[in-house]
């Protein structure tokens, strides 16, 4: 039931063109959309944040992780740390993989190359899923959709 109220919400901000920030405050709350939007500024170059963010968000909803786990990174500098590393921890690992498939000219799309790296396959069976539900939040928020 959680989930789809999550689905629901979300669909529903996306209508309305909510911004990441705005999306994070319905499904986390004020404080961790603060949180959120302070990882974004400290870990996104600023000409690059209004396209990231939409991205980060986009996670933070596939992931849908609990507490300590929110964004899904299992690092053991992040893994059952405050929401502020976690959502730091994804931002920075979202520049990062954004600046290498620029670098490496990838056929691939952001979303896909972003997943071999931030979710492998490999590592566990249920990550099959993670790029189609990174997509699919994406292809809700009109932020998204460049990728």
Not at 59 to 69: D, P, S
Not at 123 to 129: E, R, Y
Request: a positive charge.
């Amino acid at each position: 039931m959680r989930v789809l109220t999550s689905i629901l919400m979300l669909v529903f901000a996306c209508v309305g063109q909510s911004s990441p920030f705005e999306l994070i405050n319905k499904k986390d709350g004020a404080t961790h959309a603060e949180f959120f939007s302070q990882a974004i500024k400290a870990n996104i170059r600023p000409q690059l944040q209004d396209k990231l963010a939409p991205i980060v968000a986009a996670i933070r909803y596939a992931e849908n992780g609990r507490k300590g786990r929110e964004y899904g990174v299992l690092h053991p500098r992040a893994l059952n740390k405050s929401y502020r590393i976690q959502a730091g921890w994804c931002a920075a690992t979202v520049q990062k993989n954004y600046d290498r498939w620029i670098k490496a000219e990838s056929k691939l799309d952001f979303i896909t190359f972003l997943g071999k790296r931030y979710c492998p396959v490999e590592a566990h069976k249920l990550n099959k899923h993670w790029v189609k539900n990174v997509k699919y939040y994406c292809r809700s928020d009109s932020h998204c959709q460049a990728f």
